[in-house]
């Protein structure tokens, strides 16, 4: 029965083309295949073409035709290396089998490769050995090729390019003295080189898309955009849309092969012709019109400074932080980060301000409400202005830290690795004292935001530092606050109490009433619980694990508080 269901020994036949029906002899059939490679790659169907003259070589490797013309469209697809290659390899198969005059077409071949692929010494070198056993009208040819070869040479080897050849020499030789010697032992085949990637600062990076924006300009002075925008978009997430599998994959490698391409062509015509720098025939002029550019770009960079600070103050007014922050960041990080000081003379001036005013107007949301009538521990929360959903109640209640960090919504841990990595990029490379400061300050409230209360601990102590090292009371007491916050959440009050005696040093240099206010009532409120916990800890004979601090049991014994704290006097509350 199995038998009979079984498939048939003779499957079915293969759908050809009405042309591929007729039996054709192999020279015929190569002999299409040629022609029809001949035929695409003159309608610019490289790829197209390129498969018939494969097809037509399998049938006859020696086919002289075929194989000229799959390396003109090698050279055209700018391939030189394979041209090389294959057209050394093509000369040794059929050179002794056939006329010179093939020979003679892929020695063209050879050379035209050999300048393609900027080796214009070996290209001329070439040239010469094989000009003796020529013709007249072959030898014209060569000629062409040794006169590009020698145009090349003489302008590479001017006297223009002699100080530039020897600052890089000078490099490259200094670079090669300090770089210290890897030792390896003599059998290290495990081993893996680990290639450590270049970190670039802002102004380097900005310095190295200007240099390619400027050298696409010179070569590709029509479609230097283009390149830049090709440049852009390999990593294009519009482009490589991740639920399109296939699609993407064929985009990024057709992106990158296309990039490839102009990036070798143009590499190719800068060693044909280097950019360097060439004097100017008018002196006078040249310095003329460089002053009035650099007056120019000075101006307009202290006329955006201007419009920044105006912006800022507006954002003030708004009692925006949110917004304030993201714009202080971004002008930070995308303008002055790339001004030098001789552009932006009053660069750390400007800096100081900036962020003087988004660390004023941080403290200005550090207020006494005007219902604060008690010193119960439930107003710390409030008075600091940490969020009721910082930690799960029953959690904290049984300290499960480790189940507090696990209660995320949504790509929250992505979002703060990725914050962090952006913050300690721009801390390599911050110079000044107030920058460091408003960067750990920032990283220390993204480890509270994600429950790190230990690691915003630690870099709130950093911005501290910075802060005594520099002189910048603001920031100094906004980090302070930002540890009394993850002192409280862990319910630490020693160091709590600690902290907020530092943050009142820094408020008495700022002479800020309201903040010394603000301070010492939290003082007052951690002082209520430190006697608390004293009376705790006597009456019951034993020392009892301190609570994290929690919102539930703030509330439960708020009652029993209220009743030995003192009545704030009306002087000390903030209308």
């Not at 962090?420 to 920032?442: K, P, Q």
Request: proline share 3%; charged share 25%.
């Amino acid at each position: 029965m199995f038998k009979r269901l079984s498939a048939p020994d003779v499957a079915l036949a293969k759908k050809l083309a009405p042309w591929e029906k007729i039996k054709w002899k192999d020279d015929q059939l190569q002999s299409i295949y040629t022609d029809w490679g001949k035929y695409f790659t003159k309608n610019s169907h490289l790829n197209l073409g390129t498969q018939y003259l494969d097809a037509a070589l399998k049938i006859r490797p020696e086919n002289s035709k075929a194989l000229i013309r799959r390396n003109q469209v090698k050279l055209a697809e700018g391939r030189p290396m394979e041209v090389l290659a294959d057209a050394m390899k093509s000369k040794n198969i059929i050179g002794k089998n056939i006329h010179r005059g093939s020979c003679h077409e892929f020695d063209l071949q050879i050379c035209d490769a050999l300048l393609e692929s900027n080796q214009f010494e070996e290209a001329k070198r070439f040239a010469h050995s094989n000009l003796k056993a020529l013709n007249h009208s072959q030898m014209l040819s060569m000629q062409k090729r040794i006169a590009v070869a020698n145009s090349v040479l003489c302008h590479v080897l001017s006297p223009s390019t002699e100080l530039p050849l020897y600052r890089l020499k000078k490099n490259m030789i200094a670079d090669k003295a300090t770089k210290p010697k890897v030792v390896k032992s003599d059998c290290d085949v495990l081993s893996i080189q680990a290639k450590e990637p270049k970190i670039l600062s802002p102004l380097g990076k900005k310095r190295h898309e200007r240099r390619l924006i400027a050298f696409s300009q010179v070569y590709v002075p029509y479609a230097w955009k283009d390149i830049i925008f090709l440049k852009n978009i390999r990593d294009n997430p519009n482009l490589l849309v991740k639920q399109s599998i296939e699609s993407s994959d064929f985009l990024q490698t057709l992106v990158n092969d296309r990039y490839n391409t102009v990036r070798s062509f143009t590499r190719m015509l800068h060693a044909r012709q280097p950019i360097y720098s060439k004097q100017y025939m008018n002196t006078d002029l040249y310095r003329k019109n460089h002053q009035d550019n650099f007056f120019r770009i000075q101006y307009q960079t202290r006329r955006n400074m201007f419009s920044i600070l105006q912006n800022i103050r507006a954002l003030i007014k708004k009692n925006d932080l949110t917004k304030l922050t993201k714009y202080v960041t971004d002008v930070m990080d995308s303008y002055v980060a790339i001004k030098t000081h001789r552009i932006m003379p009053w660069k750390f001036e400007f800096i100081n301000e900036v962020f003087n005013y988004l660390g004023l107007a941080r403290i200005n949301k550090y207020k006494i409400p005007s219902n604060l009538n008690t010193l119960g521990r439930s107003n710390l929360i409030t008075l600091l202005g940490i969020p009721k959903n910082i930690s799960n109640i029953c959690n904290v209640i049984n300290n499960n830290l480790v189940q507090i960090k696990k209660e995320k919504i949504g790509d929250t841990k992505d979002t703060f690795k990725n914050r962090i990595s952006y913050l300690e990029n721009r801390l390599r490379f911050a110079t000044y004292t107030i920058e460091r400061c408003f960067l750990y300050h920032e990283q220390a409230q993204a480890s509270l935001d994600n429950h790190s209360f230990d690691k915003c601990c630690l870099l709130a102590r950093k911005s501290m530092d910075e802060a005594n090292r520099g002189h910048h009371y603001v920031w100094g007491v906004l980090s302070a606050l930002i540890a009394c916050k993850a002192h409280t959440v862990l319910g630490k009050v020693e160091k709590q109490k600690e902290t907020l005696k530092e943050a009142l040093n820094f408020a008495k240099h700022l002479k800020n009433i309201d903040l010394i206010l603000f301070i010492d009532i939290c003082l007052k409120i951690n002082n209520e619980e430190i006697e608390l916990k004293n009376y705790l800890t006597g009456t019951d004979g034993y020392v009892k694990r301190p609570q994290r601090r929690l919102i539930s049991s703030i509330e439960n014994s708020e009652s029993s508080i209220n009743t030995n704290s003192n009545i704030i006097a009306p002087e000390m509350r903030h209308e």
